[in-house]
């Protein structure tokens, strides 16, 4: 079993940034990809960064690159999304999710088996 919990959303003026944090336990963390998705109000969840267990590898969607970063201290059992000039259109509950293996990175949610309750990110204009 793997318990996840993701923190540092809130709210934030267009053009600011915000770091979402996700704590992992319960599995060995290092030997797995993480994700990061997020739900906006009336649509559907979407992928939108991930790391590869080493930290090595990541993969970000198209309307996020150049803005957001993610990265992970394997140490702390931690990975990380660093979200920066933020627009209202990342509005959303943000959810971190445990990957099926060290280099799984993909964007279908399949691929993730553990999932943490989300963090709501709120962007105002």
């Known amino acids: 079993q793997v318990h996840l919990v993701e923190s540092g959303g809130g709210l934030v003026q267009a053009g600011g940034s915000l770091r979402l944090s996700c704590a992992a336990s319960g599995r060995t963390f290092s030997s797995y990809g993480m994700g990061w998705f997020r739900q906006a109000p009336g649509k559907e969840r979407e992928f939108v960064a991930a790391?590869?267990?080493?930290?090595?590898?990541?993969y970000y969607v198209d309307s996020v690159k150049g803005r957001f970063t993610v990265s992970r201290d394997n140490a702390k059992h931690t990975v990380y999304l660093q979200m920066n000039s933020l627009k209202p259109d990342d509005t959303a509950v943000y959810y971190c999710?445990?990957?099926?293996?060290?280099?799984?990175?993909?964007?279908?949610?399949?691929?993730?088996?553990?999932w943490g309750p989300g963090n709501q990110v709120n962007v105002s204009s």
């Open positions: 999710a445990l990957a099926i293996s060290a280099d799984y990175i993909n964007e279908p949610e399949g691929g993730y088996v553990y």
């Open positions: 790391i590869s267990s080493s930290g090595v590898r990541t």
